[in-house]
């Protein structure tokens, strides 16, 4: 006698139900008891309200702009300088150039063509029979695409006495000829690059701070612009020179 006699083929199917039912529910037992837990969103608080800046003095009329010359700076091309082949700045010697452009504005002690008498001096003997070349001021060049046309630009440094330096770039134009698009002289900490950007760091007027001046390409002026000024905090190196304490009449490094 079989053991399925008596049962309805209705009830097999309810009983089947109610299992797959059962099961599903231990399944996603799991998952909607997750969906209150700490893993959910939360609210984050209070926070301050945002604030634009406020314009003071409204009322006061302003300084004004004039508007940039569409044209541009003018090129600052280098006499005596013969053009290089296809915009090849690696084919010009920097101590030749440096000794055209001192030959072009000689006897020039300020502006950006200004140079010391000795500095001038020891450019001009750079390269000579009997110089020693560790005397030249004008120092190992570097190369970068700083105006974004696929080509490398000439950066130049040039000791001066007393820690200053001038820095320099020049760039080809189509025609091969050499434009210098930089030139500025400071008291130089060091000189960085960052991209297309040059960027001096020179000791700040007030003692613990430098400044920091980024110059990059500015395609309206066809030249090298400082375009962003920062101050910032030197850290204290070194060690202290904050006096130690006195040791206590008591204590074990007290003199007896």
Same mark, same amino acid.
């Given at each position: 006698?079989?053991?399925?006699? /008596?049962?309805?083929?209705?009830?097999?199917?309810?009983?089947?139900?109610?299992?797959?039912?059962?099961?599903?529910?231990?399944?996603?037992?799991?998952?909607?008891?997750?969906?209150?837990?700490?893993?959910?969103?939360?609210?984050?608080?209070?926070?301050?309200?945002?604030?634009?800046?406020?314009?003071?003095?409204?009322?006061?009329?302003?300084?004004?702009?004039?508007?940039?010359?569409?044209?541009?700076?003018?090129?600052?091309?280098?006499?005596?300088?013969?053009?290089?082949?296809?915009?090849?700045?690696?084919?010009?010697?920097?101590?030749?150039?440096?000794?055209?452009?001192?030959?072009?504005?000689?006897?020039?002690?300020?502006?950006?063509?200004?140079?010391?008498?000795?500095?001038?001096?020891?450019?001009?003997?750079?390269?000579?029979?009997?110089?020693?070349?560790?005397?030249?001021?004008?120092?190992?060049?570097?190369?970068?695409?700083?105006?974004?046309?696929?080509?490398?630009?000439?950066?130049? /440094?040039?000791?001066?006495?007393?820690?200053?330096?001038?820095?320099?770039?020049?760039?080809?134009?189509?025609?091969?000829?050499?434009?210098?698009?930089?030139?500025?002289?400071?008291?130089?900490?060091?000189?960085?690059?960052?991209?297309?950007?040059?960027?001096?760091?020179?000791?700040?007027?007030?003692?613990?701070?430098?400044?920091?001046?980024?110059?990059?390409?500015?395609?309206?002026?066809?030249?090298?612009?400082?375009?962003?000024?920062?101050?910032?905090?030197?850290?204290?190196?070194?060690?202290?020179?904050?006096?130690?304490?006195?040791?206590?009449?008591?204590?074990?490094?007290?003199?007896?």
């Amino acid at each position: 006698m079989s053991g399925n006699r /008596g049962r309805s083929p209705g009830r097999d199917r309810r009983v089947r139900a109610g299992l797959s039912a059962g099961l599903l529910a231990a399944l996603l037992l799991p998952l909607v008891s997750a969906c209150g837990d700490t893993g959910g969103l939360a609210g984050a608080g209070a926070t301050p309200t945002a604030s634009g800046p406020v314009h003071l003095w409204p009322g006061r009329v302003g300084a004004v702009v004039p508007p940039a010359d569409p044209g541009g700076a003018p090129p600052e091309y280098v006499p005596g300088i013969a053009p290089v082949q296809d915009q090849n700045v690696h084919a010009i010697s920097p101590v030749t150039l440096v000794q055209a452009e001192l030959r072009a504005h000689s006897n020039l002690r300020t502006g950006p063509d200004g140079m010391p008498p000795e500095t001038a001096a020891a450019i001009l003997a750079c390269g000579t029979d009997g110089a020693d070349p560790r005397n030249c001021p004008v120092l190992t060049p570097y190369y970068r695409d700083l105006t974004g046309n696929g080509k490398d630009e000439l950066i130049v /440094g040039i000791e001066y006495p007393e820690r200053q330096m001038s820095v320099r770039v020049y760039t080809a134009d189509a025609e091969g000829r050499l434009n210098r698009i930089m030139a500025t002289t400071d008291t130089v900490i060091s000189v960085e690059l960052a991209g297309r950007d040059v960027i001096l760091r020179v000791p700040s007027a007030n003692a613990g701070y430098e400044v920091n001046t980024t110059w990059s390409w500015d395609a309206t002026q066809r030249s090298m612009l400082p375009a962003w000024e920062q101050i910032v905090r030197v850290p204290r190196t070194g060690p202290s020179r904050t006096p130690a304490p006195s040791p206590s009449p008591g204590s074990p490094g007290a003199a007896r």
